[in-house]
């Protein structure tokens, strides 16, 4: 069974425990931003391909910039 966890813990911040493992919080936003832009699409245009397309590159494009923020020595 899968759990989630969203205790604080010794682990960097940005990060949630989902079944034990330590996800840094980016990922959950970029597959978050994806979910809604496919939505958003296939309510607009009715099709899978535009959305299921749009939704990658939305996932992708949070996915790196959240990365690139959550690793730099700043934060």
């Given at each position: ?15 949630i425990d ?30 899978l391909q ?19 923020h959550w ?5």
């Amino acid at each position: 069974m899968t759990t989630v966890g969203l205790t604080r813990s010794s682990r960097p911040t940005g990060t949630i425990d989902i079944a034990g493992a330590p996800w840094p919080l980016y990922k959950l936003e970029a597959l978050a931003a994806g979910l809604l832009v496919f939505l958003a699409v296939l309510v607009i245009t009715g099709a899978l391909q535009p959305a299921a397309l749009s939704a990658a590159g939305a996932t992708v494009v949070v996915w790196w910039v959240r990365r690139l923020h959550w690793r730099s020595p700043t934060h």
